[in-house]
């Protein structure tokens, strides 16, 4: 009866197979929101749960993470853990899918983050006593004339700032040719991002000190990042091949480096390959080479 019970508990999540969700897609700067991420595996079945860390989220910081939690029966084993998000920039975000092995994957989610809005003035103070209406039988003649001109100096006033303000925007404007409140977008090429990106993990050591499983998941996510803000196609969301697939009017000496990098990674992260000390660095300068063979450069920049 009780491995009965237990059958029926593990129903729901061995329909919806692998997930992962939001308690909210909307949330306020600085509020706190919840992602579940669950997957069903057959006993034997050979995965990598993913090791959340700020990299993958981008702007978005992980304030706290549950262990994970393991649910068993005779052929199925449930899979899930917890992470609470929070953001201190307004914007949407995206949290790309996690996969699992290479039949499952979660889908892509995204989360809108706005600012805190006033939308109405009841934080003002008002006063509860009688109002005055400015009549004789509330003020006398000399009082409500003394209210009337000190009303007409603060429009006055007001007006004369705003007056202010407008010349000086025109001022301003005339002298610069263009709208001064109107930002200029710095634009940073891929390749310079993704370069400074290798360094970094470079100088991590990560290879060295055993950790080759996180070097290798960092190597993909860098170059899968490249490629999509170098070819505009999510390349995050892509398998190995279907990346190749996209890139065939690459050339073929580039499409082979960048194959060997990312199968070397997809082997490392689903335990299907070994790697040595002198493989890292052969993977690192491939990444380099990669990047340095496919860059645009616009403007002139240069690395």
């Known amino acids: 009866m009780k491995k009965y019970l237990i059958t029926l508990i593990l129903i729901p999540s061995i329909c919806f197979c692998q997930k992962a969700n939001l308690d909210t897609n909307y949330m306020l700067i600085g509020d706190h929101v919840e992602l579940t991420v669950?997957?069903?595996?057959?006993?034997?079945?050979k995965y990598t749960w993913p090791l959340f860390t700020d990299s993958i989220f981008k702007k978005l910081e992980i304030l706290q993470t549950s262990k994970i939690s393991e649910i068993k029966s005779d052929s199925i084993?449930?899979?899930?853990?917890?992470?609470?998000?929070?953001?201190?920039?307004?914007?949407?975000?995206?949290?790309?899918?996690?996969?699992?092995?290479?039949?499952?994957?979660?889908?892509?989610?995204?989360?809108?983050?706005?600012?805190?809005?006033?939308?109405?003035?009841?934080?003002?103070?008002?006063?509860?006593?009688?109002?005055?209406?400015?009549?004789s039988d509330d003020y006398t003649e000399k009082e409500i004339l003394e209210r009337r001109k000190k009303r007409l100096i603060i429009i006055g006033f007001i007006l004369g700032i705003i007056l202010l303000a407008f010349l000086v925007y025109i001022l301003i404007k005339k002298i610069k040719k263009e709208p001064i409140f109107e930002k200029k977008k710095i634009f940073i090429p891929a390749?310079?991002?993704?370069?400074?990106?290798?360094?970094?993990?470079?100088?991590?050591?990560?290879?060295?000190?055993?950790?080759v499983k996180e070097f290798y998941s960092k190597i993909s996510l860098i170059i899968r990042e490249y490629i999509e803000n170098r070819y505009q196609f999510n390349a995050l969301e892509l398998p190995t091949?279907?990346?190749?697939t996209k890139l065939k009017n690459e050339s073929r000496e580039n499409i082979q480096i960048l194959e060997n990098i990312l199968r070397k990674a997809d082997n490392i992260k689903y335990a299907k390959g070994l790697s040595h000390s002198e493989e890292n660095?052969?993977?690192?300068?491939?990444?380099?080479?990669?990047?340095?063979?496919?860059?645009?450069?616009?403007?002139g920049d240069n690395i």
Do not use: R
Request: proline fraction near 1%.
């Open 191 to 211: 390749h310079v991002l993704a370069l400074k990106k290798l360094k970094k993990l470079k100088k991590s050591k990560l290879s060295e000190k055993g950790e």
């Open 281 to 299: 660095k052969l993977t690192m300068n491939k990444s380099i080479d990669f990047i340095l063979k496919t860059k645009v450069e616009k403007n």
């Open 77 to 135: 084993n449930n899979i899930s853990q917890k992470i609470i998000l929070t953001c201190f920039d307004s914007g949407v975000y995206y949290i790309p899918s996690f996969v699992f092995n290479e039949t499952k994957k979660t889908d892509s989610l995204k989360l809108e983050v706005e600012t805190i809005k006033i939308t109405d003035s009841n934080n003002f103070a008002y006063d509860i006593t009688k109002t005055l209406i400015g009549t």
């Open 38 to 45: 669950s997957s069903n595996f057959k006993t034997n079945e």
């Open 241 to 244: 091949s279907e990346i190749i």
